[in-house]
């Protein structure tokens, strides 16, 4: 596995360095850069790779061991187990680097705001306002999207201290909501007006687009998102298992 930038896990609202370590692991050998039966780098090694210590990769590894997914020989080292779906907190994120590669999901929050919804939003949920999240998002510290998520104000509102780069799990810890679906149609539309500099397609330029629609335990969508993204940087990638 190669060098990752860990400059991310610094952010207060960056996920614990043990989590991201597994879950870029559950990211690569999904996209297939870690195989069944593949051998990690020693422990020492892998954790200077990832700027942290041998202690807290310990505790990704033991994630990964208890999602089925490491099997850990004493005295040879610790083996890659894939197989079918596994439960992550990325598990429905659906972008990857386009050279190849999961990459690990982080974003910056540029707005989150409790407001009337757009009209010409689909119909979900029970309210008639919702906390709008604007984000610019990365996979490996690459900028590959921006993003508008919308959670339905019945569903309940996030305090903004408690958010963190998984929204998903951000529901679950902040309102006990688990979301458990989601529909996505993929097209092209044009980056909105608000996207920052930061992200390197202008306002208004025509690119790949994703909407999606989320449900958690109940029958009606809780969530409705929109991400446009930079296909030079990244690809939508859904894997039939």
Request: hydrophobic share 35%; net charge neutral; no cysteine.
């Amino acid at each position: 596995m190669q060098e990752k930038n860990r400059n991310s896990s610094h952010r207060p609202d960056a996920l614990p360095i043990y989590m991201q370590i597994s879950e870029l692991v559950i990211r690569d050998i999904a996209a297939g850069r870690l195989v069944d039966g593949q051998k990690l780098p020693p422990e020492r090694e892998f954790a200077k790779a990832h700027g942290t210590t041998v202690r807290t990769l310990r505790k990704a590894l033991l994630e990964l061991e208890k999602k089925g997914l490491l099997e850990r020989r004493q005295g040879s080292g610790n083996y890659v187990r894939a197989g079918g779906e596994v439960e992550s907190v990325y598990s429905m994120f659906r972008l990857e680097l386009a050279e190849g590669g999961g990459g690990l999901p982080t974003a910056d929050i540029l707005a989150a705001d409790y407001v009337p919804k757009d009209p010409r939003q689909p119909a979900y949920g029970t309210s008639d306002h919702g906390t709008r999240f604007r984000r610019l998002r990365y996979l490996d510290d690459v900028v590959i999207a921006v993003e508008e998520i919308w959670l339905d104000g019945g569903a309940g509102q996030v305090p903004r201290e408690m958010v963190q780069d998984s929204l998903y799990l951000t529901y679950k810890r902040a309102l006990q909501l688990w979301i458990t679906r989601a529909e996505d149609r993929v097209g092209i539309g044009q980056v909105p007006d608000w996207a920052p500099e930061a992200f390197p397609l202008k306002p208004g330029t025509t690119t790949a687009y994703i909407e999606r629609l989320s449900w958690a335990q109940g029958s009606e969508a809780v969530e409705f998102s929109r991400t446009w993204y930079d296909t030079q940087k990244a690809l939508y990638v859904q894997r039939l298992i």
